[in-house]
């Protein structure tokens, strides 16, 4: 199939895998973006041949320029290489691979520029949803959603006609390695401990809020806003086995889920290829050998984080912003060994309780309540 793809965090697990299905499916990447991992940028570029190699640590860039001189990739620095290669005019399709609210502003770069957005990133619809979808829908950008459980309610949602016919999404959610474990329990788990998902491989600060739920929380507020849905008609499903990927209920009480291996080849895909579907490098799911599928409730009085998340849908405005900001700032004091894991909760309940909310932020508003929520962490 011919797409021609900007790969914004190529040297990550998303952008790892994009790369995967890009070369399975006989697509082309045309810019590849990292931070400072130059070994694998240098690695991808002289296998994948882009247009357009970015780093956005200009001494990382300024390596990886005298490495690739001898190609005919051009490399650029710094967040505005980043930009450039969101509206690279030879890419119909960008996949905003990179984590944290780093990617909020090349995102609105390819929306502007009119591609295809494959979106990964989360943190960009928590911080800045209403937004980001006002200026999707004023360029005519199409947002097809890479996360597992929003693809799922993405296909889900296609057999619908009127949204009024939507009874609730349900969420699902594998647990994190933490599931079932008592707040007692969980006063000394280690990041190695929090850093081993059961089911997903994935990049740490994304594996840490997996432990915390905050993924999931960060899932709801996204879906809140992809799909126009109140906090009210969106639930969450602990499914132990992540084999069914999200399911939309409707008014008449029928459900529809959408199931798969664990494996994000597949919606990465389905993003790139959508409305058709092609064969691909993702594992078939062989429901023969699986096993039994297992659901449960969340203890959100353990695993705060989600009911912080809740909270921040149902406040709106920046809260969404401040509740990402915090939550990224204590996730990386504790992949630091710097605080606890459940110390994560308490740094984000302190900085929501402290950094005034703003209803109806613009981008400046947004990105000044992520900085005074990372103050307030500390
Ligand atoms: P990783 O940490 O594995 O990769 C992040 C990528 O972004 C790397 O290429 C990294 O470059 C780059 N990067 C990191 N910081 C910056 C920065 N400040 N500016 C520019 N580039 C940066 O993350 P994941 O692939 O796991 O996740 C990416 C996004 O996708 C996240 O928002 C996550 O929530 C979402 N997601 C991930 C899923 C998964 O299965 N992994 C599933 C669903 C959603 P370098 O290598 O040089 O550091
Ligand atoms: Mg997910």
């Known amino acids: 199939m011919s797409r021609k793809i900007a790969i914004l965090g190529s040297t990550g697990s998303i952008g790892r ?12 990447a045309v810019a590849l973006t990292a ?22 640590d200009p001494v990382a860039a300024a390596d990886l320029k005298v490495r690739l001189a001898d190609t005919d990739v051009t490399v650029l620095s710094g967040p505005e290489g980043l930009l450039e290669a969101a509206s690279l005019p030879e890419a119909d399709t960008v996949i905003t691979a990179i984590v944290g609210i780093a990617g909020l502003r090349p995102t609105l770069a390819a929306i502007r520029a009119k591609k295809r ?32 459980e929003h693809s799922a309610l993405f296909q889900c949602l296609q057999a619908n006609r009127d949204r009024g016919e939507v009874k609730r999404l349900i969420l699902t959610c594998s647990g994190g390695p933490f599931y079932g474990r008592t707040a007692d329990e969980l006063r000394c788990v280690t990041r190695a401990q929090a850093l081993h998902n059961p089911n997903w491989s994935m990049g740490a600060k994304i594996t840490i809020d997996s432990a915390t739920l905050m993924n999931k929380g960060l899932e709801f507020i996204e ?27 409707y008014c008449d009480n029928a459900v529809l889920a959408q199931l798969g291996a664990p494996d994000m080849r597949l919606p990465i895909q389905y993003a790139l ?13 062989d429901l023969w050998h699986c096993g039994s599928l ?18 921040a849908a149902r406040i709106g405005g920046t809260a969404g912003a401040i509740l990402n900001g ?16 459940l110390e994560i909760a308490d740094r984000v309940e302190q900085a929501m309780s402290v950094v005034p909310v703003i209803p109806e932020p613009d981008l400046d508003e947004i990105l000044e309540a992520d900085q005074a929520a990372r103050r307030a962490v500390g």
């Open 17 to 28: 895998q994009s790369l995967d299905v890009i070369a399975a499916c006989g697509m082309e």
């Open 35 to 56: 931070h400072a991992s130059t070994d694998l940028l240098e690695e991808q570029a002289r296998r994948f041949h882009p247009r357009l190699a970015v780093m956005t």
């Open 117 to 148: 957005i494959a979106l990964a990133n989360k943190e960009t619809l928590v911080c800045a949803g209403p937004l980001v979808l006002a200026e999707a829908k004023r360029w005519g950008a199409e947002i097809v959603p890479v996360d597992s």
């Open 223 to 249: 879906a809140m806003h992809l799909y126009g849905m109140p906090p009210e008609k969106i639930s969450i499903l602990i499914h132990r086995e992540s084999i069914i990927h999200s399911l939309v209920e």
């Open 273 to 285: 290829t959508w409305p058709r579907r092609v064969p691909g490098p993702a594992d078939p799911l």
């Open 294 to 311: 297992t659901f449960g409730s969340p203890d959100e009085s353990v695993f705060r984080c989600l009911a912080l998340a809740k909270q």
């Open 326 to 341: 915090a939550n990224e700032a204590a996730v990386a004091l504790f992949l630091d060994d710097r605080i606890r894991f």
